[in-house]
């Protein structure tokens, strides 16, 4: 008989760098636009507004970037703390993380002789025993956790590519804001719409929802930028 046919495979998820890289991008975008808006709204000039933009778009992802690495590796410590308890508990006592491994198929449907049988094979494998383990009662795999490392270098990567679309035509020469602007809502629209694309949202809904927020940031800090440039003028 041929082997079981694949009708379906997953896309990859554990890998630590779609949320940061999302979050990354969207959040240089709207920071940034924010902060060059704000900085024109009060009347500065070009030179000012591109220093201001070049000083957000450097230290928001720096600190994005130390942001994330230490957030992922302290989870991946937690993580691993407890899965030295689990590995220490399988060493003391084996017999009773067989029993806990034999419930926990009984629970989910399979006959008690079986689930102990069950439970009893996968065991003689100390390294599979720790992974079947680790991923009923913790829900995560020992070789399968987020790297701290891809987690920042996405994050840093994603804020500065997001951050340098509005900055980029003061740093051609522009004296108004309408081109920033113009760019950094095309750019929020469209990276709306790329991750829509592991996502089970519509690219139009993701695209326009993130271009709303970014012009709602933007509008909100000209405004005050506006305010605090008539009223310390």
């Known amino acids: 008989m041929a082997g079981a046919e694949a009708h379906h495979s997953h896309r990859e998820v554990n890998g630590g760098w779609l949320r940061p890289a999302v ?3 969207m959040d ?3 920071s940034n636009l924010g902060l060059i808006s704000g900085v ?53 006592h084996p017999d009773d993380e067989l029993a806990e491994l034999a419930d926990v198929y009984v629970r989910r449907g399979v006959e ?28 995560v795999a020992p070789g399968d ?7 920042a270098v996405s994050s840093f990567g994603s804020f500065a590519a997001g951050a340098v679309l509005p900055l980029l035509p003061y740093l051609m020469g522009a004296t108004a ?34 271009l709303g927020l970014g012009a709602a940031a933007a509008g909100l800090t000209y405004a005050l930028g506006s305010l605090l440039g008539t009223s310390l003028g």
């Open 40 to 92: 024109a709204g009060s009347s500065a000039s070009s030179q000012a507004i591109a220093v201001a933009g070049t000083a957000g778009l450097a230290a928001g992802a720096f600190s994005m970037a130390a942001g994330e690495y230490t957030s992922v590796a302290s989870q991946r410590e937690l993580v691993l703390a407890e899965i030295d308890v689990e590995r220490r508990e399988l060493s003391r």
């Open 112 to 139: 008690p002789g079986l689930a102990r049988e069950v439970a009893r094979q996968l065991s003689a494998d100390p390294e599979q025993a720790l992974e079947i383990h680790t991923r009923e009662e913790l829900g």
């Open 23 to 25: 979050f990354g991008a």
């Open 28 to 30: 240089g975008l709207v």
């Open 177 to 210: 804001l309408w081109p920033a602007v113009l760019l950094a809502l095309l750019g929020l629209f469209l990276c709306g719409a790329a991750v829509a694309r592991v996502t089970a949202r519509p690219w139009w809904f993701s695209g326009l929802r993130q």
């Open 145 to 151: 956790l987020p790297s701290p490392t891809v987690a």
